[in-house]
């Protein structure tokens, strides 16, 4: 059974540097893309970016300059690091694969990220 | 602002067929990119629904079918039932943005 669980802080203040992992259990970490997403509250969904194994990437335009997304394929892992957050980057987080690069099919939990000072 | 329009809300009474409506542009559906939809409960994560414009995961029922044409792209569920009441996203790929792209969300109502 395919499970991905996530984890980080929730609270952060303006200026820091969000930070969240992914563990995904039930399968190989190859041959997907890994993929976070995120909803401000009462919001509708937003892309960050994707990755494989083999060293794809593609993140949101508007959040690029920002954000990297990283595997640890040897913990079966990959990880957010979104940095000088905002108020605006209030949000649940999610981790998510895909076996195409285009859409996802297994979500994490969420991780609700609050930035305020 | 999304990049795919989405009508904000539809509803339905139990047993009822409703569609739920998901506009592109040229760059997105109009490019040959596909669309695929999510339910979300309202307090958990959202479920892939439909994936490449009319393909069903496992587990997802045959009352739940899309379809895409051109610039548009619907979600169909037929015999409506209560568990159906969520919201329902649509998403595609913008090859002018380099981005994926969501609907801003449909709520379904069960009357």
């Known amino acids: 059974q395919v499970l991905l669980q996530q984890w980080g802080a929730g609270l952060l203040k303006p200026s820091e540097t969000l930070s969240l992992t992914c563990a995904f259990y039930g399968g190989s970490f190859s041959g997907y893309y890994w993929s976070w997403l995120r909803q401000p509250p009462g919001k509708g969904l937003e892309w960050i970016g994707v990755?494989?194994?083999?060293?794809?990437?593609n993140y949101n335009p508007s959040l690029k300059s920002r954000v990297t997304i990283s595997p640890d394929t040897s913990k079966n892992q990959f990880s957010l690091r979104l940095t000088s957050v905002t108020a605006a980057d209030t949000a649940v987080y999610y981790c998510a694969r895909g076996w195409k690069w285009d859409y996802v099919d297994y979500w994490g939990q969420g991780t609700l990220v609050t930035v305020s000072s | 602002q999304s990049m795919l329009t989405q009508p904000p809300s539809v509803s339905g009474a139990p047993g009822q067929r409703v569609t739920i409506s998901c506009t592109g542009t040229?760059?997105?559906?109009?490019?040959?990119?596909?669309v695929h939809w999510y339910q979300q409960i309202p307090g958990t994560a959202p479920k892939l629904l439909i994936y490449g414009n009319n393909n069903r995961p496992s587990g997802v029922p045959d009352r739940f079918s899309g379809s895409k044409s051109d610039t548009s792209a619907s979600l169909a569920i037929t015999g409506l039932q209560a568990e159906d009441e969520a919201d329902y996203y649509c998403?595609?790929?913008?090859?002018?943005?380099?981005?994926?792209?969501f609907g801003g969300g449909t709520k379904l109502t069960v009357l």
């Open positions: 998403q595609s790929y913008d090859h002018r943005l380099s981005s994926w792209v």
């Open positions: 040229n760059s997105t559906f109009g490019a040959g990119f596909d």
């Open positions: 990755i494989n194994q083999s060293g794809y990437t």
